[in-house]
């Protein structure tokens, strides 16, 4: 995908290897409008320097909740070491998006009930400091960009036969 997505971390897995001490994945959202609350599109741990696990485990944990918000729309098993409020923007770049039991990013929208989508192969970017939580790339987004992919377009059914977008 040529495009990026500006998404939301709701939680964090703990690191392990030379990444103790620090997260070593995220889970990152898109935010649904109508709905008023965060979808979760990939589980995240590509793209950061040692400098940005450092910088990002400092961070959120000042934003650290006892307890998955009920805002957020994740499947039950996604469940994180450590959950944030909402309050960082992230540009992610992904090879394509798919059709998830997992992720419920733009559940609802895919044509099938109770899959959502997600990123396949997501790679962190930069952190998007000119934006808030709630201008981050919204579940009609997502549901545009992924019916736009060449290779759903061609398929009547919608249906990409890929994987589950984890």
């Known amino acids: ?14 690191g392990k290897g030379k990444r103790t001490g620090v997260y070593g994945a995220y889970l990152l959202a898109c935010y649904d409008e109508d709905a008023e609350e965060y979808q979760s599109v990939c589980k995240i741990g590509t793209g950061f320097s040692d400098e940005d696990l450092q910088t990002l485990s400092a961070a959120l ?3 650290k ?12 098993g996604l469940e994180c070491d ?16 798919s059709k998830s039991a997992l992720h419920r990013g ?7 009930a109770g899959r959502g989508i997600g990123l396949r192969l997501p790679r ?5 400091e000119d934006k808030s939580p709630e201008q981050a790339t919204n579940s009609d987004q997502i ?18 036969g890929g994987d589950d977008g984890i």
């Open 65 to 76: 909740i006892d307890a998955k918000s009920s805002q957020y729309n994740v499947a039950d």
């Open 106 to 112: 733009a559940i609802g929208k895919t044509g099938e």
């Open 143 to 160: 549901a545009d960009m992924y019916f736009d992919q060449d290779t759903v377009k061609g398929q009547e059914d919608g249906a990409d």
């Open 1 to 14: 995908l040529g495009d990026s997505f500006d998404l939301v971390p709701l939680g964090a897995y703990f």
């Open 82 to 97: 450590a959950w944030f409020d909402p309050v960082q923007v992230w540009e992610i770049k992904a090879a394509d998006l």
């Open 124 to 128: 962190f970017e930069r952190i998007r």
């Open 61 to 63: 944990n000042e934003h």
